[in-house]
């Protein structure tokens, strides 16, 4: 018998690229550090990326996944709009094989209590929804957060959206609720503590101490300091069995009123309070606006050089306050002006931003160099009183690999050096690069025993009987070459592998920009076929 699934269905769904594992080059002259040190806490390995956010997140797999406490994305919105640092307008087929592929790899990078926060409006809130069903599981979704992001209608509207949606996942749901954190209480919620007894304890407010339904063990009878007799209310029971009661009594936790006849009401001390669980309307009082975002960027580069569509600083600190420590790792893919970084730099955490645009340079990287030196007292800043330090690294994606020569057959790119195609073997092979000083052929392990060694000279039995005379009883090693010249069955500890041949089959070489498959919308175009609700036979 076949088994059914519920699923969202689209042109091009099957179509999931074979990505290539890119290795990260670093730009010394673009990476940034503090000229001064704030504390020995400074925070300095944050890595900002510029490049295809896929083929990004595909470098990053082999050493981060499982590592990554939270994802927080903006990505385009699909609202139809033209924007002037990206193109918002994708056709929505197109944008559900975006944003799958890249939510596949995310999923691979979060640790097991880690969470992913997208923002994300009408247009495509509710069918995301149900493809992060698929790819996190229905169990594992915690919350659809309402963020008030205006504060007045657009006038023009049918309706004035004001609102945004911020879909929440956890990695493991039941994990993820022992480790979400309290919100710190409001200036608000702490003067309604009071203390009129004089309690020792400091200032409390009090609770009902009923529970609803009839429980035969919570059903006694209370007597109060001032001789009043109490039942439990119609359809309900005392919120504890009566020994729990009259300890809490002796300790003072149980308020009868000023005259000692009141009903029992069960005190909650200030001191004693963890913070308030946070809810899932958050009013732009308590975490800004879009307005408020853009005066922040405003601030920063002045009025003539305004990102689109920034999220305000006090919307991240409230997602990074939730579900991060200091100390854990952020990452955010679609980075746009760098608000991400900029605030869990501020709070402590480490942080990954991935950004193709070209404001990563012209909006990213001059904000966190104010953030760094401490000259940005903007947004957060003074809530968390910023002053400065830490630091982080630029990378871009290095080239395809492979290359196709005036033949079209396939070789290694020629902008890849010894060291270069050393480390892109390694992630082909699932290997980690780390290359050995005294061993030249120990360029990178699996394990403590097996090895890989890459190299562009044709492989003779003279350089295998020098290989195989310094390894190990169980050490083996990995070979990665254009040729060779000698009997691999000769030599058991080593395998040889030809190059391009050992890599070609499994990805697609050649390709930078996977955000735009032309080839579904042209295949579209030719069907006429459009997105599908249904079940599936699998």
Not at 200 to 215: K, L, N
Not at 308 to 327: C, F, H, M, V, W
Request: charged share 25%.
């Amino acid at each position: 018998m076949s088994k059914q699934k519920l699923e969202l269905t689209w042109v091009g769904k099957e179509e999931q690229p074979r990505l290539e594992p890119r290795i990260l080059l670093e730009d010394p002259e673009k990476s940034y550090h503090a000229k001064f040190r704030v504390s020995g806490n400074d925070i300095f390995d944050n890595r900002l990326i510029f490049g295809d956010n896929l083929l990004a997140l595909k470098a990053l797999e082999q050493e981060f996944t499982g590592k990554v406490k939270c994802v927080f994305i903006d990505p385009p919105y699909n609202t139809g709009s033209a924007f002037e640092h990206y193109d918002d307008g994708m056709e929505h087929s197109l944008w559900l094989s975006m944003m799958r592929d890249r939510l596949v790899l995310l999923h691979k990078l979060l640790s097991a209590d880690g969470s992913l926060w997208i923002t994300i409006d009408d247009n495509e809130a509710h069918y995301l929804k149900v493809l992060c069903d698929e790819i996190f599981s229905r169990t594992n979704f915690v919350a659809n957060v309402v963020w008030q992001k205006r504060t007045s209608p657009d006038m023009r509207a049918t309706l004035g959206a004001g609102h945004d949606h911020i879909i929440i996942y956890a990695k493991n749901y039941e994990i993820f609720r022992q480790v979400i954190n309290k919100l710190p209480k409001t200036e608000e919620q702490v003067k309604t503590y009071k203390n009129p007894d004089h309690d020792p304890r400091g200032p409390w407010v009090s609770s009902d101490y009923t529970a609803q339904g009839y429980r035969p063990n919570q059903m006694y009878k209370i007597v109060t300091p001032g001789g009043v007799t109490y039942d439990p209310p119609t359809g309900r029971c005392w919120k504890n069995i009566e020994s729990v009661f009259l300890q809490l009594v002796s300790e003072g936790r149980i308020w009868f009123g000023k005259d000692g006849k009141g009903v029992p009401r069960r005190k909650t001390y200030l001191n004693e309070s963890e913070g308030q669980t946070a809810w899932t309307w958050w009013p732009n009082s308590e975490v800004g606006h879009t307005q408020e975002a853009k005066k922040e960027i405003i601030g920063l580069f002045g009025a003539d050089n305004v990102f689109d569509t920034p999220k305000p600083e006090r919307l991240i600190y409230r997602i990074l306050s939730l579900a991060t420590q200091p100390g854990d790792l952020v990452l955010d893919s679609f980075a746009g002006s760098g608000t991400t970084g900029a605030v869990a730099h501020k709070m402590g955490r480490r942080w990954i931003m991935i950004e193709l645009g070209e404001h990563c340079h012209t909006h990213i990287i001059p904000r966190l160099q104010k953030v760094i030196d401490g000259t940005d007292q903007g947004g957060i800043s003074k809530a968390v009183n910023w002053q400065g330090g830490g630091g982080f690294r630029y990378y871009k994606l290095a080239p395809s690999l492979l290359q196709k020569d005036k033949y079209g057959n396939w070789i290694i790119s020629k902008e890849y050096n010894a060291e270069m195609l050393a480390e892109a073997m390694c992630k082909h092979e699932g290997f980690t690069y780390a290359p050995n000083e005294t061993v030249f052929w120990k360029q990178g392990q699996s394990t403590e025993h097996d090895f890989i060694y890459t190299t562009t000279v044709p492989v003779t039995a003279a350089l295998l009987e020098r290989i195989a005379d310094q390894m190990g009883g169980r050490e083996t090693v990995l070979i990665c070459c254009t040729a060779f010249l000698c009997r691999e069955e000769d030599y058991p500890q080593i395998t040889l592998k030809r190059i391009p041949a050992a890599v070609l089959a499994r990805c697609e070489f050649g390709r930078d920009d996977y955000s735009l498959q032309v080839s579904q919308l042209e295949y579209q175009a030719e069907t006429g076929q459009t997105e599908l609700w249904g079940g599936e036979d699998e």
